[in-house]
């Protein structure tokens, strides 16, 4: 519903071949507040008028000549299939009515009827029909920017429903397998992987629909030609009564991450070259905080020298949250041996990004450490806003 501090930006179009409808419309939408009128005396004008944009809604007579408004309707409906559009007609025909359904009309009024009655019924709808139509279209903009995001992340993105059945694959995704993904979409784990993977995978779908939560999962996957280590992120998708009947797998490529690991573990002297060539981001630091070491990718990401970054403990780089949350994270990682969150970054000039920080516990000549691996999320919040109900600080 359009709030009646908005009603100053509404734009309407009336349409009759009787410029005294224009008087009428204009004194009773101006009662209401809605001051921006204009005025078109044939079919032909309002569809010109129409093409240049700018209005929010058309409210047209049936009966003109030249061009009806039946006919008005079908052009503007050839241009954008829900636009509001409102007909009105003196003539109390079904036919008409039915023609009008049938063409996509937004609401339909017979004129025979006083015309305040009248007025208030339009306004009502073309209120009504201007907010419903406006929240649509944010609605489809979103779904816009998603399927931009999803489509041009590097990471492989499936929708898995709850019997195994591939749904959605990205186009990335697609050319992993060296297929289109029309070719994959409707096919089963057991189609797409060895028959130990997909029972394997499945297991953890299951997982993820009968307990709603979230699940991180790194494996090694074998390959005649090469082997290949890739990190999945399992998030449940609900339906409006909060069942999971899909879940949406985010998988990327982190062999390099799982070298510079070894070479860690192994305190190997090709680590640093290993951990500064890396375009992750990495950061090392001790269990209290403290940055003992980065890289380039990490300087660049957040703005610093390294000389700066040494100085800075983690808590300078992250959201307040992760403070507050800092000693249950350090706890379930010493658990678990690896820990995957999001949460916002905040760079040297103040500004935030979302982020997916993975990290692993290392033992250094006895001391533990905590390396790291920083994942800058695209479209900002948008993404956190995405997984964020799956998936945050507060959650742990």
Same mark, same amino acid.
């Given at each position: 519903?359009?709030?009646?501090?908005?009603?100053?930006?509404?734009?309407?179009?009336?349409?009759?071949?009787?410029?005294?409808?224009?008087? !009428?419309?204009?004194?009773?939408?101006?009662?209401a507040?809605?001051?921006?009128? &204009?005025? %078109?005396?044939?079919?032909?004008?309002?569809?010109?008028l !129409? &093409?240049?944009k /700018?209005f929010?809604?058309?409210?047209?007579?049936?009966?003109?000549?030249?061009?009806?408004?039946?006919e008005l309707? @079908?052009?503007?409906?050839?241009?954008?299939?829900?636009f509001?559009?409102l007909?009105?007609? /003196?003539?109390?025909?079904?036919?008409?009515?039915? &023609? %009008?359904?049938h063409?996509?009309v937004?609401?339909?009024f017979?004129?025979?009827?006083d015309?305040? +009655?009248?007025?208030?019924?339009?306004? @009502?709808?073309a209120?009504e +029909?201007?907010?419903?139509?406006?929240?649509?279209? *944010?609605?489809?903009?979103?779904e816009?920017?998603?399927?931009?995001?999803?489509?041009?992340?590097k990471?492989?993105?499936?929708?898995?429903?709850?019997?195994?059945?591939?749904t959605?694959?990205?186009?990335?995704? %697609?050319t992993?397998?060296?297929?289109?993904?029309?070719?994959?979409?409707?096919?089963?784990?057991?189609?797409?992987?060895?028959?130990n993977?997909?029972? &394997?995978?499945?297991?953890s779908?299951?997982?993820?629909?009968e307990?709603?939560?979230?699940?991180?999962?790194?494996r090694?996957?074998?390959? $005649?030609?090469?082997?290949i280590?890739?990190?999945?992120?399992?998030?449940p998708?609900?339906?409006?009564? #909060?069942?999971?009947?899909?879940?949406?797998?985010? +998988?990327?490529?982190?062999?390099?991450?799982?070298?510079?690991?070894?070479?860690?573990?192994?305190n190997?002297?090709?680590?640093?070259?290993?951990?500064?060539?890396?375009?992750?981001?990495?950061?090392? #630091?001790?269990?209290?905080?403290?940055?003992l070491?980065?890289?380039?990718?990490?300087?660049?990401? !957040?703005?610093?020298?390294?000389?700066?970054?040494? #100085?800075?403990?983690?808590?300078d780089i992250?959201?307040?949250?992760f403070?507050?949350? @800092?000693?249950?994270?350090?706890?379930?990682?010493?658990?678990?041996?690896?820990?995957s969150?999001?949460?916002? /970054?905040i760079?040297?000039?103040?500004?935030?990004f979302?982020?997916?920080?993975?990290?692993?516990?290392?033992?250094?000549? /006895?001391?533990?450490e905590?390396?790291?691996?920083?994942?800058?999320? $695209?479209?900002?919040?948008?993404? *956190?806003?995405? !997984?964020? $109900?799956?998936?945050n600080?507060?959650?742990?």
């Amino acid at each position: 519903m359009i709030k009646e501090s908005d009603y100053s930006r509404i734009n309407i179009l009336v349409v009759d071949d009787d410029p005294a409808i224009y008087d !009428f419309a204009k004194f009773f939408f101006g009662k209401a507040g809605i001051k921006n009128i &204009q005025f %078109a005396t044939s079919g032909k004008e309002a569809f010109l008028l !129409f &093409q240049k944009k /700018g209005f929010n809604l058309i409210i047209s007579d049936f009966d003109m000549n030249g061009m009806n408004g039946l006919e008005l309707l @079908h052009f503007v409906r050839e241009s954008d299939k829900e636009f509001p559009f409102l007909l009105l007609s /003196g003539k109390r025909s079904e036919e008409i009515a039915i &023609q %009008a359904i049938h063409e996509g009309v937004t609401a339909y009024f017979n004129k025979d009827m006083d015309t305040a +009655s009248l007025y208030a019924q339009i306004i @009502h709808s073309a209120i009504e +029909s201007i907010g419903y139509y406006e929240a649509k279209q *944010k609605l489809k903009n979103k779904e816009k920017m998603y399927r931009a995001l999803v489509e041009s992340a590097k990471d492989v993105i499936v929708v898995h429903n709850n019997e195994g059945v591939l749904t959605f694959i990205n186009e990335y995704g %697609a050319t992993v397998y060296g297929k289109k993904s029309e070719e994959l979409i409707g096919k089963k784990l057991e189609d797409l992987f060895p028959t130990n993977l997909a029972a &394997q995978f499945k297991a953890s779908v299951n997982d993820v629909i009968e307990s709603g939560k979230t699940l991180f999962k790194s494996r090694k996957y074998t390959f $005649p030609d090469r082997e290949i280590w890739m990190e999945t992120m399992l998030l449940p998708l609900k339906d409006d009564d #909060g069942n999971t009947n899909e879940v949406m797998g985010i +998988s990327r490529d982190i062999t390099k991450r799982m070298e510079i690991e070894c070479a860690l573990r192994k305190n190997d002297k090709v680590y640093k070259a290993l951990f500064q060539a890396s375009s992750d981001p990495i950061i090392i #630091g001790e269990p209290d905080g403290k940055i003992l070491d980065c890289n380039i990718s990490a300087c660049n990401l !957040f703005g610093y020298t390294k000389e700066e970054m040494l #100085g800075l403990t983690s808590f300078d780089i992250a959201e307040e949250k992760f403070r507050e949350n @800092h000693g249950t994270l350090v706890k379930t990682l010493i658990k678990k041996n690896t820990l995957s969150v999001i949460m916002d /970054g905040i760079r040297r000039d103040g500004t935030r990004f979302s982020m997916q920080v993975t990290t692993d516990l290392m033992q250094n000549e /006895g001391r533990s450490e905590i390396v790291a691996f920083i994942r800058d999320l $695209p479209c900002g919040r948008l993404t *956190k806003s995405f !997984f964020e $109900p799956a998936l945050n600080l507060a959650g742990l």
